[in-house]
Protein backbone atom coordinates (compact mmCIF):
# COMPACT_ATOMS: atom_id res chain seq x y z
CA UNK A 1 0.00 0.00 0.00
CA UNK A 2 1.01 3.25 -0.80
CA UNK A 3 2.43 5.98 2.02
CA UNK A 4 0.63 8.51 0.31
CA UNK A 5 -2.66 7.97 -1.84
CA UNK A 6 -4.29 10.68 -3.69
CA UNK A 7 -8.72 10.47 -4.86
CA UNK A 8 -9.71 10.75 -7.22
CA UNK A 9 -6.59 9.73 -9.89
CA UNK A 10 -8.33 11.37 -12.71
CA UNK A 11 -10.98 14.01 -12.61
CA UNK A 12 -12.90 15.96 -15.75
CA UNK A 13 -15.22 18.94 -14.69
CA UNK A 14 -16.72 22.23 -16.44
CA UNK A 15 -15.35 25.20 -16.52
CA UNK A 16 -16.53 26.88 -13.35
CA UNK A 17 -17.27 23.94 -11.28
CA UNK A 18 -15.81 23.85 -7.39
CA UNK A 19 -13.01 21.29 -7.60
CA UNK A 20 -11.82 18.51 -4.66
CA UNK A 21 -8.33 16.75 -4.67
CA UNK A 22 -7.92 14.51 -1.87
CA UNK A 23 -4.76 13.04 0.02
CA UNK A 24 -4.81 10.52 2.47
CA UNK A 25 -1.08 9.28 4.14
CA UNK A 26 -0.38 6.34 6.42
CA UNK A 27 3.42 7.93 8.30
CA UNK A 28 4.04 10.54 10.37
CA UNK A 29 4.91 14.03 8.49
CA UNK A 30 6.60 17.51 9.53
CA UNK A 31 4.71 19.04 6.07
CA UNK A 32 2.97 18.29 3.07
CA UNK A 33 3.32 19.80 -0.27
CA UNK A 34 0.79 20.53 -3.00
CA UNK A 35 2.44 20.79 -6.53
CA UNK A 36 1.00 21.17 -9.83
CA UNK A 37 2.20 19.80 -13.03
CA UNK A 38 1.33 21.20 -16.81
CA UNK A 39 1.24 18.56 -19.57
CA UNK A 40 5.19 18.51 -20.66
CA UNK A 41 5.71 21.26 -18.22
CA UNK A 42 7.81 21.53 -14.80
CA UNK A 43 6.60 21.06 -11.69
CA UNK A 44 5.59 24.26 -9.10
CA UNK A 45 5.39 24.17 -5.81
CA UNK A 46 1.59 25.62 -4.75
CA UNK A 47 1.83 25.02 -1.18
CA UNK A 48 3.61 23.62 1.71
CA UNK A 49 0.87 22.52 4.64
CA UNK A 50 1.75 21.74 8.32
CA UNK A 51 -1.38 22.46 9.46
CA UNK A 52 -4.82 24.25 9.18
CA UNK A 53 -5.54 25.80 6.14
CA UNK A 54 -3.48 28.25 3.28
CA UNK A 55 -5.23 30.26 0.24
CA UNK A 56 -3.69 31.75 -2.89
CA UNK A 57 -5.55 32.90 -5.25
CA UNK A 58 -8.62 30.36 -6.38
CA UNK A 59 -6.95 27.53 -4.41
CA UNK A 60 -7.38 26.16 -0.70
CA UNK A 61 -5.12 23.49 0.77
CA UNK A 62 -6.22 22.24 4.22
CA UNK A 63 -4.64 19.40 6.06
CA UNK A 64 -5.99 17.72 9.08
CA UNK A 65 -2.85 15.80 11.00
CA UNK A 66 -4.98 13.86 13.48
CA UNK A 67 -7.05 12.68 10.35
CA UNK A 68 -3.90 12.30 8.04
CA UNK A 69 -5.53 13.65 5.55
CA UNK A 70 -5.35 17.49 3.28
CA UNK A 71 -7.56 18.16 0.54
CA UNK A 72 -6.62 20.55 -2.25
CA UNK A 73 -9.95 22.56 -3.55
CA UNK A 74 -10.13 25.00 -6.67
CA UNK A 75 -12.90 27.06 -7.17
CA UNK A 76 -14.14 28.34 -10.04
CA UNK A 77 -12.20 26.13 -11.81
CA UNK A 78 -10.67 27.31 -15.67
CA UNK A 79 -9.02 25.17 -18.61
CA UNK A 80 -6.14 26.54 -18.07
CA UNK A 81 -6.16 24.87 -14.15
CA UNK A 82 -6.05 21.17 -16.45
CA UNK A 83 -2.66 19.74 -15.24
CA UNK A 84 -1.20 16.82 -12.42
CA UNK A 85 -1.50 17.90 -9.09
CA UNK A 86 0.76 15.72 -6.70
CA UNK A 87 0.88 15.42 -3.19
CA UNK A 88 3.61 14.79 -1.31
CA UNK A 89 4.62 14.59 2.38
CA UNK A 90 7.81 15.15 4.44
CA UNK A 91 8.84 12.62 6.99
CA UNK A 92 8.67 13.58 10.21
CA UNK A 93 11.91 12.24 11.31
CA UNK A 94 14.12 12.29 8.50
CA UNK A 95 12.36 14.74 5.82
CA UNK A 96 12.34 12.19 2.96
CA UNK A 97 9.66 12.81 0.66
CA UNK A 98 6.80 10.66 -0.57
CA UNK A 99 4.92 11.49 -3.30
CA UNK A 100 1.38 10.37 -4.34
CA UNK A 101 0.50 9.08 -8.24
CA UNK A 102 -0.75 12.41 -8.96
CA UNK A 103 -4.36 13.51 -9.97
CA UNK A 104 -5.15 14.41 -13.72
CA UNK A 105 -7.18 16.90 -13.73
CA UNK A 106 -9.23 17.98 -16.76
CA UNK A 107 -11.26 21.41 -16.81
CA UNK A 108 -13.49 21.91 -20.03
CA UNK A 109 -14.76 25.10 -21.27
CA UNK B 1 16.01 35.65 -8.18
CA UNK B 2 17.15 32.98 -10.57
CA UNK B 3 15.16 29.79 -9.91
CA UNK B 4 16.03 26.14 -9.87
CA UNK B 5 18.60 25.71 -13.37
CA UNK B 6 18.80 22.63 -15.23
CA UNK B 7 21.25 21.64 -18.16
CA UNK B 8 20.94 20.37 -20.71
CA UNK B 9 16.86 20.73 -21.12
CA UNK B 10 17.07 18.23 -23.87
CA UNK B 11 20.11 15.15 -24.49
CA UNK B 12 19.92 12.20 -27.00
CA UNK B 13 22.19 9.85 -26.55
CA UNK B 14 22.78 6.58 -28.15
CA UNK B 15 22.74 3.58 -25.81
CA UNK B 16 26.16 2.69 -23.85
CA UNK B 17 26.80 6.47 -24.24
CA UNK B 18 27.54 8.59 -21.24
CA UNK B 19 25.80 11.60 -20.15
CA UNK B 20 25.80 14.29 -17.26
CA UNK B 21 23.01 16.49 -16.00
CA UNK B 22 23.56 19.92 -14.36
CA UNK B 23 22.03 21.57 -11.57
CA UNK B 24 22.23 24.58 -9.64
CA UNK B 25 20.30 25.08 -6.97
CA UNK B 26 18.74 28.20 -5.13
CA UNK B 27 21.25 30.12 -3.47
CA UNK B 28 21.34 28.80 0.30
CA UNK B 29 18.99 26.33 -0.32
CA UNK B 30 20.87 23.42 1.54
CA UNK B 31 18.68 20.41 0.75
CA UNK B 32 19.15 19.16 -2.67
CA UNK B 33 17.10 16.23 -5.05
CA UNK B 34 17.67 14.59 -7.78
CA UNK B 35 14.46 12.69 -9.07
CA UNK B 36 13.18 10.56 -12.05
CA UNK B 37 10.32 11.00 -13.93
CA UNK B 38 8.51 8.72 -16.40
CA UNK B 39 6.04 9.73 -18.48
CA UNK B 40 2.74 9.80 -16.82
CA UNK B 41 4.07 9.00 -13.69
CA UNK B 42 5.57 11.09 -10.37
CA UNK B 43 8.79 11.77 -9.40
CA UNK B 44 10.99 9.11 -7.96
CA UNK B 45 13.42 9.91 -5.56
CA UNK B 46 17.13 9.22 -6.62
CA UNK B 47 19.49 11.10 -4.11
CA UNK B 48 19.02 13.53 -1.69
CA UNK B 49 21.51 15.79 -0.56
CA UNK B 50 21.74 18.25 2.65
CA UNK B 51 24.80 20.29 1.71
CA UNK B 52 27.39 18.18 0.24
CA UNK B 53 26.66 15.23 2.20
CA UNK B 54 24.10 12.34 0.25
CA UNK B 55 22.17 11.43 2.93
CA UNK B 56 19.65 9.20 0.73
CA UNK B 57 20.81 7.56 -2.44
CA UNK B 58 18.76 4.08 -1.23
CA UNK B 59 17.48 4.38 -5.00
CA UNK B 60 20.59 5.35 -6.98
CA UNK B 61 21.56 2.61 -9.04
CA UNK B 62 25.29 2.85 -8.11
CA UNK B 63 26.29 0.50 -11.29
CA UNK B 64 25.29 3.00 -13.47
CA UNK B 65 24.71 6.14 -12.13
CA UNK B 66 26.40 8.38 -9.82
CA UNK B 67 26.37 12.56 -8.09
CA UNK B 68 28.57 14.68 -6.78
CA UNK B 69 27.63 18.27 -4.61
CA UNK B 70 30.53 19.45 -4.49
CA UNK B 71 30.85 22.32 -2.01
CA UNK B 72 27.51 21.93 -1.10
CA UNK B 73 26.23 23.72 -4.25
CA UNK B 74 25.68 22.28 -7.95
CA UNK B 75 25.42 19.35 -8.68
CA UNK B 76 26.37 16.62 -11.41
CA UNK B 77 24.63 13.74 -11.97
CA UNK B 78 25.96 10.80 -14.27
CA UNK B 79 24.86 7.99 -16.20
CA UNK B 80 27.78 5.33 -17.97
CA UNK B 81 26.80 3.53 -19.51
CA UNK B 82 23.15 4.44 -20.63
CA UNK B 83 20.39 2.18 -21.20
CA UNK B 84 16.70 2.19 -23.26
CA UNK B 85 14.83 2.48 -20.02
CA UNK B 86 16.67 5.53 -18.59
CA UNK B 87 14.93 7.06 -21.11
CA UNK B 88 12.77 9.93 -18.52
CA UNK B 89 13.12 13.30 -17.25
CA UNK B 90 15.59 14.22 -14.68
CA UNK B 91 14.28 16.35 -12.24
CA UNK B 92 16.23 18.53 -10.00
CA UNK B 93 14.68 19.96 -6.23
CA UNK B 94 16.15 22.04 -3.59
CA UNK B 95 14.15 23.73 -0.75
CA UNK B 96 16.09 26.12 1.68
CA UNK B 97 15.99 22.80 4.53
CA UNK B 98 14.63 18.88 4.81
CA UNK B 99 11.01 20.05 5.53
CA UNK B 100 10.80 23.71 3.20
CA UNK B 101 9.29 25.09 0.16
CA UNK B 102 10.12 23.16 -2.69
CA UNK B 103 11.55 24.39 -5.92
CA UNK B 104 11.67 22.43 -9.12
CA UNK B 105 13.69 22.98 -12.14
CA UNK B 106 12.34 22.19 -15.33
CA UNK B 107 13.83 18.90 -15.56
CA UNK B 108 16.69 17.62 -18.47
CA UNK B 109 14.61 15.61 -20.52
CA UNK B 110 16.77 12.17 -21.94
CA UNK B 111 16.36 10.05 -25.15
CA UNK B 112 18.67 7.21 -25.13
CA UNK B 113 18.16 5.38 -29.11
Redesign the interface.
Known amino acids: KNEVEQSPQNLTAQEGEFITINCSYSVGISALHWLQQHPGGGIVSLFMLSSGKKKHGRLIATINIQEKHSSLHITASHPRDSAVYICAVVGGSNYKLTFGKGTLLTVNP | EAGVVQSPRYKIIEKKQPVAFWCNPISGHN?L?WYLQNLG???E?LI?YENEEAV?DSQLPKDRFSAERLKGVDSTLKIQPAELGDSAVY?C?SSA???????????SRLTVL
Open positions: TYQGPLRDLARGAGELFFGEG
